[in-house]
């Protein structure tokens, strides 16, 4: 071996088992250069940020899998051996892995630690959340709600409901307190408000809820509905694409409510 090499061995080699669906490894750094490899699986997204969130030179080079960009109605696929490269963006760029990917970044100056710290926090509290009821990052109040009302099998009392209602509030503040997380604690907060203003915890009315919030909304219903809870057995999909019907217009915003029955399906 050549003075001054250093011989890279990748993680997965080394660790040989299983694996997780996403990883960032750093593979050399000198000065204000670092080179990552970073992998992905199908159906993950992930970002670069603007140049007020990040700045500097960035050049990424597909080794497998795919990838696709798409904004403004612009589609742009990047396949494996393809690259490209930015000194800062415009605006954040949003990237969907649509085969397993598995890209060679380097960047200047060093973000590593920024992004690992990132994906950590983010790991740990959906982690923490899977643990305490098995919902997603939306609910991720809950885990401050105590376990004794989450799993009562009995009609909740009106002081028990008050502090489930809670959660929207109390997954914001969590979200809150990381800068990159800012604009999910908004929406986390906003995911129990109805089209009609008659949610919670503000009161929002039609388009003040964000777009992603009325979503969630609508999706988090037909979940709840169809999945088994400690107050309830799971109910059919038919069932839930009934009270969705129900709902749109007052309690779900009727587009988005209709754009979910026609993707679902029919009521089998
Ligand atoms: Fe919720």
Same mark, same amino acid.
């Given at each position: 071996m050549a003075e001054g090499m250093t011989i890279g061995r990748s993680a997965d080699r080394k660790e040989g088992g299983k694996k997780d669906s996403t990883a960032l490894e750093l593979l050399a750094h000198y000065g204000p250069v670092e080179v990552t490899r970073y992998r992905s699986a199908t159906r993950k997204h992930f970002y670069l940020d603007a140049q007020d969130e990040w700045s500097g030179f960035e050049f990424i080079y597909v080794l497998e899998g795919k990838l696709a960009f798409e904004d403004d109605g612009k589609r742009i696929e990047f396949h494996s051996g393809d690259c490209f490269h930015h000194r800062g963006l415009p605006k954040r760029a949003y990237f969907r892995v649509e085969e397993d990917a598995i890209l060679l970044m380097v960047s200047s100056p060093p973000s590593y630690h920024l992004v690992r710290e990132e994906i950590q926090s983010l790991m740990a509290l959906a982690r923490s959340v899977e643990e305490k009821d098995a919902a997603y990052l939306h609910d991720v +109040?809950? /885990?401050? /709600? @105590?376990d004794e009302i989450l799993n009562k099998a009995e009609p909740l009392t009106e002081e028990e409901w008050e502090e489930m209602h809670r959660h929207p509030e109390y997954g914001a503040e969590m979200l809150n307190e990381k800068e990159f997380l800012r604009t999910a604690a908004m929406i986390v907060r906003a995911h129990h408000e109805r089209y009609d203003g008659?949610?919670? @915890? %503000?009161g929002l009315e039609g388009e003040e809820i964000p777009i992603e919030a009325r979503i969630i909304a609508v999706v988090d219903t037909y979940d709840a509905i169809t999945s088994e809870r400690p107050y309830q057995p799971a109910l059919g999909k038919k069932k839930a694409l009934e009270e969705l019907r129900n709902g749109a +217009?007052?309690?779900? %915003?009727a587009r988005v409510a209709e754009a979910f029955i026609a993707m679902v399906g029919g009521d089998d």
């Open positions: +109040g809950k /885990v401050k /709600v @105590p008659r949610g919670y @915890p %503000d +217009g007052s309690q779900f %915003d």
